[in-house]
């Protein structure tokens, strides 16, 4: 028969006297313990369940149990120092939605082509006050300026146009929401109906 001295040992730290942790760390370990019935730990013990030195056996293999449930049960947090930890160094990047498989290619329709470009959808009519060619954008289905694919977009064009400006040049920064009232581009591409283009109007909100 082994005495498990780190069983042991254990089970004296949580106020078990020598001799009974002695008993009940023989050929134990702490599972087996904890799965142990109250009358085979009395009887290892030598003692009756009405005894004190099974009363407190019992309670701290119970106040075991509840410690480790509620180490179990702890959020996971984030620590400061993870996040300036060098395998951190993806925390900022940006995931682009448009490389995802199922988003469909979307642009920007240049202002000077959404004339042409809508043309076909019956959308040039008459302005009723001016009895001028107007371009009548709001019947589009609508998208929000907010949605993370005119985001890309906007970052896009905003990145591409500050590079363009060249070394010591100062780019014209674009207004705020100047994306609003604008056409997008969508193409979607099938086994089965080919390639089929929408068109949807950005707007600012609902």
Not at 43 to 50: A, E, H, I, M, N
Not at 53 to 73: C, D, H, P, V, W
Not at 96 to 114: A, F
Request: glycine share 6%; hydrophobic share 40%.
């Amino acid at each position: 028969m082994v005495v498990k001295s780190a069983t042991k040992k254990r089970l004296m730290e949580m106020g078990i006297a020598e001799e009974y942790a002695h008993k009940l760390a023989t050929d134990r370990n702490m599972t087996d313990i904890k799965a142990m019935p109250a009358d085979e730990i009395a009887s290892v013990l030598g003692v009756s369940k009405d005894d004190e030195i099974f009363t407190g056996a019992m309670n701290a293999l119970a106040e075991l149990g509840q410690r480790r449930q509620k180490k179990r049960s702890r959020k996971i947090t984030i620590s400061r120092k993870a996040l300036l930890d060098d395998d951190m160094n993806l925390a900022g990047t940006k995931f682009n939605v448009l490389n995802h498989i199922l988003v469909p290619h979307q642009e920007l329709v240049p202002v000077e082509d959404e004339e042409s470009a809508l043309e076909p959808w019956g959308l040039l009519t008459t302005d009723e006050e001016t009895g001028e060619p107007r371009l009548a954008k709001e019947l589009l289905p609508k998208v929000l300026i907010t949605d993370p694919v005119v985001q890309v977009i906007k970052e896009t064009v905003e990145r591409k146009r500050d590079s363009e400006a060249g070394e010591g040049e100062e780019s014209i920064p674009l207004p705020a929401g100047w994306l609003a009232d604008r056409v997008l581009k969508v193409v979607r591409q099938s086994p089965s109906a080919g390639v089929s283009v929408a068109y949807r109007l950005i707007v600012e909100g609902s």
